[in-house]
Nanobody, 123 residues
Framework: DVQLVESGGGSAQAGGSLRVSCAAS???????MAWFRQVPGKEREGIAV????????YYADSVKGRFTISRDSAKNTLYLQMNNLKPEDTAMYYC??????????????????WGQGTQVTVS
């Protein structure tokens, strides 16, 4: 079974940085991996996607140039480095995976496996 556990969330001031982590088990190099975020009353937003092998990445315009998705294969951990944080980055952050069958999707309904989320608050 695929298991995903996020960590590293917390509070930061505008302009600061945080790195959230996603410990993954039960997956291999064929999986798309992604970060989403969600605030109450809004749809879950795909903000970063890492293709198998890391040969291509996608970033939403709202985070492009500030956030970086990466994976440590040895530790089987996905990371999201968040720099120059803004109050509008406040959200619950989730990692997700899907076995690749073509281009990695960007929408939450297309991902099969989810962690429980980690809260990020920017003031």
């Amino acid at each position: 079974d695929v298991q995903l556990v996020e960590s590293g969330g917390g509070s930061a001031q505008a302009g600061g940085s945080l790195r959230v982590s996603c410990a993954a088990s039960g997956i291999d190099s064929r999986y798309c991996m992604a970060w989403f975020r969600q605030v109450p009353g809004k749809e879950r937003e795909g903000i970063a996607v890492r293709y198998p092998g890391g040969f291509f990445t996608y970033y939403a315009d709202s985070v492009k140039g500030r956030f970086t998705i990466s994976r440590d294969s040895a530790k089987n951990t996905l990371y999201l480095q968040m720099n120059n944080l803004k109050p509008e980055d406040t959200a619950m952050y989730y990692c997700a995976t899907k076995l690749s069958s073509g281009p990695c999707p960007r929408d939450a309904p297309d991902y099969a496996n989810w962690g429980q989320g980690t809260q990020v608050t920017v003031s």
